[in-house]
């Protein structure tokens, strides 16, 4: 089964700490792997986009890494910000390009 | 404006009662899909449409209806509400399928 775990469930570090959040998937075959930021009331808004080739990607603080092999992927925040609590998720697709695969996510809380 | 944008933001409605989200994109985007986001779960697909006149489903697609006259617009029909249809609702497009998808900012729905 398609599948898309994500650790840990909720995280609170303080502002200026880095974090690291893990996504596991089982889907097969892959296509590429996602990360989304969700604000609280908001839509998810894209921070990354990987496909199969790709071992790491940036965009400004948030850096992810995808181990094909293993089936796992990472994303780094640097120098958290109060404005990083939100939820992030972690989002595979399928090469047949008819689904996208949600992770539950990870509730990310930055404290002064 | 250019975007994606929802409407209703927020819509209460009574069991049995047929009920349509409006979703409407300024990008001509070929692709538009709709998800469901529930505590517990990951978005969930319901229906996506890869061209005008051209629709799926997703994963949970019973008690929901969709049409595509137009490339930009993509409304969702619940055509018998029901309580377990209570959810936020949010609709995406991309340009391609393995492209990054712009999301809307959500309709809570509530059936009561």
């Known amino acids: 089964k398609n599948q898309v775990e994500q650790s840990p469930q909720s995280l609170i570090i303080l502002e200026g700490k880095n974090c690291t959040l893990q996504?596991?998937?089982?889907?097969?075959?892959?296509?590429?792997l996602r990360w989304y930021k969700q604000d609280t009331g908001r839509g998810p808004v894209s921070l990354t986009i990987m496909t199969f080739s790709e071992n790491t990607k940036s965009n400004g603080r948030y850096t992810a890494t995808l181990d094909a092999d293993t089936k796992q992927s990472s994303l780094h925040i640097t120098a958290s910000q109060l404005s990083d609590s939100a939820s992030y998720i972690c989002v595979v697709g399928n090469q047949a390009g008819t689904a996208l695969i949600f992770g539950k996510g990870t509730t990310l809380s930055v404290s002064s | 404006d250019a975007g994606i944008t929802q409407s209703p933001r927020y819509k209460i409605t009574e069991t049995g009662r047929q009920v349509t989200l409006m979703c409407h994109q300024t990008w001509s985007h070929s692709y538009m899909f709709w998800y469901r986001q529930d505590l517990g779960h990951g978005l969930r697909l319901i229906y996506y449409s890869a061209a005008a006149d051209i629709t799926d489903k997703g994963e949970v697609p019973d008690g929901y209806v969709v049409s595509r006259s137009k490339t930009e617009n993509f409304p969702l029909t619940l055509e018998s509400a029901t309580r377990s249809q209570t959810s936020v609702y949010f609709c995406a497009s991309s340009a391609d399928r393995d492209t990054e998808a712009f999301f809307g900012q959500g309709t809570r729905l509530t059936v009561v």
């Open positions: 996504c596991n998937y089982t889907v097969s075959p892959f296509s590429n």
